[in-house]
């Protein structure tokens, strides 16, 4: 190897690494600090349902005209925010601050009280109209999702579509020692894939056909890394990346805006976390910033804290960051196994030498 060809490798490596630098500097900075965010309801499609309905006007006799006194509710075209996993943490932040920006919102998750009450907290803090829908997204059963689900949001315009319904298991632990063994497998992996897979299915026709529209898949930072002790949980989550990046690809020379979105730990209830931080923010605070840069950004983690993380990470040797984020991992499962045996402790002192810290399904 001659000298030339060592000064053209360096200076490749050169190159390589300001376009790293810069990208860094760009996902940190522009979407959170510079973008002027963009306005969603255009984006959706405002622009098509309002034509759309001039259109019924335009196609109705003089004297039809005439004697219309107001719109029938059969053709008043209102764009709709669907939002999965819709009555806790990301997900509810997503329907207020879609609510906030003029969407008409579709709340989704299985329990009917709950979704009852976010529809009237959006109501009374918003004037948009609100619907729901029951649905248990643990069932993978297609005919289940056809009749219930699927059917009902083909009927109505799609303006945005936010996947953030998930599950995870309570603590990280090695493969064969989470307890609920392949029910619980079974049931992250039914409700982290199949909804986006088959919801992204049921809105692209009609985004597709009128040329607008936004789909917002809420993955998770594990989603960047080989994950240890939350092995099933982060391979859901790498699905649902891998599965918005190769169809952003596939409607690229559309208008239709696909986002991945990777958020860190949030305060909620399937993170375990109840004490806000710089790093953890309450999902609100979460989402109105995720909210921001969608049309900005196809992949981000969401929220500027994170970003740095994320960004620093990226820039370590893989084994260093393996290494940094495994250590994390295993005081996470020493604290919430020694919080268990405390509460054990104090409900059954019997059994407290034998409590195993019980990893349950969660989801909404």
Not at 10 to 20: A, K, P
Not at 128 to 146: H, K, L, P, Q
Not at 262 to 283: E, H
């Amino acid at each position: 190897m001659d000298f030339s060809t060592v000064s053209i490798i360096g200076w490749m490596y050169i190159l390589f690494t300001i376009y790293r630098l810069m990208l860094t500097v760009y996902n940190l900075v522009y979407p959170f600090f510079l973008a002027e965010p963009r306005n969603l309801r255009e984006v959706a499609g405002a622009k098509w349902a309002e034509f759309d309905l001039i259109n019924y006007f335009h196609y109705r006799t003089y004297t039809d005209f005439l004697t219309l006194k107001e719109i029938p509710a059969s053709t008043s075209r209102k764009l709709v925010a669907v939002i999965t996993g819709a009555t806790d943490g990301i997900g509810k932040g997503y329907a207020f601050e879609l609510a906030r920006k003029g969407f008409s919102i579709l709340l989704v998750s299985r329990t009917q009280s709950r979704l009852d009450d976010v529809k009237a907290q959006i109501e009374k803090e918003t004037s948009s109209e609100v619907r729901t829908i029951v649905f248990d997204f643990s069932s993978a059963d297609i005919d289940y999702y056809e009749h219930s689900l699927l059917s009902q949001i083909r009927a109505l315009d799609i303006g945005i579509l936010v996947n953030s319904v998930g599950s995870t298991f309570e603590y990280p632990d090695l493969y064969h020692k989470v307890d609920g063994g392949v029910k619980l497998f079974r049931h992250i992996t039914v409700i982290n894939i199949i909804p986006v897979t088959l919801l992204m299915a049921a809105v692209l026709p009609q985004m597709y056909e009128r040329n607008s529209g936004i789909i917002v898949n809420v993955a998770s930072s594990s989603a960047y890394y080989k994950l240890r002790w939350f092995s099933v949980y982060a391979a859901s989550k790498k699905y649902i990346s891998w599965l918005t990046k190769i169809v952003q690809k596939e409607y690229a020379k559309t208008n239709i805006i696909i986002q991945e979105v990777n958020p860190m730990i949030v305060v909620t209830k399937l993170a375990k976390v109840k004490k806000p931080s710089f790093f953890r923010p309450k999902a609100d605070v979460y989402a109105r910033s995720a909210v921001q840069t969608i049309g900005i950004i196809k992949h981000t983690t969401g929220y500027f804290a994170h970003q740095i993380k994320v960004e620093c990470l990226k820039w370590l040797p893989e084994f260093i960051a393996d290494a940094q984020i495994h250590k994390r991992m295993i005081h996470f499962h020493k604290v919430i196994v020694a919080r268990k045996m405390r509460q054990a402790a104090i409900t059954e002192p019997t059994d407290a030498k034998n409590i195993g810290a019980q990893n349950k399904i969660i989801s909404d």
